[in-house]
């Protein structure tokens, strides 16, 4: 059974910094993609940061030049580091990861996700 279990969020002024980290844990063969997305009250899902096995990194506008993606293969660890953090931030954030898995003798490959962290900025 895959899972992922994120940590890192809490409550920072604005202006501040945190770090997200999201390690996944089973029978896993290869981890793809790796995602941080967020959600904040009333709003739709937004995508944050996205970091492929091959590398690249993509992030949204709003948070560009203040957040940076990055994974730990060895660890089957990714990390959001956070900084110069607005109020316009908060949002509960959540890791995904499309993941190559072992079960019943196949390897199967789907979307994964973590039960999310809130982040609060206060102003």
């Known amino acids: 059974q895959v899972q992922l279990v994120e940590s890192g969020g809490g409550l920072v002024q604005a202006g501040g910094s945190l770090r997200l980290s999201c390690a996944a844990s089973?029978?896993?063969?290869?981890?793809?993609?790796w995602d941080w997305y967020r959600q904040a009250p009333g709003q739709q899902r937004e995508l944050v940061a996205t970091?492929?096995?091959?590398?690249?990194?993509n992030y949204a506008d709003s948070v560009k030049g203040r957040f940076t993606i990055s994974r730990d293969n060895a660890k089957r660890t990714v990390y959001l580091q956070m900084n110069s953090l607005k109020p316009d931030d908060t949002a509960v954030y959540y890791c995904?990861?499309?993941?190559?898995?072992?079960?019943?003798?196949?390897?199967?490959?789907?979307?994964?996700w973590g039960q999310g962290t809130q982040v609060t900025v206060s102003s």
């Open positions: 089973g029978i896993i063969f290869s981890i793809n993609t």
């Open positions: 970091a492929t096995s091959g590398g690249s990194t």
């Open positions: 995904s990861a499309r993941i190559a898995s072992y079960g019943g003798g196949v390897v199967t490959t789907r979307d994964y």
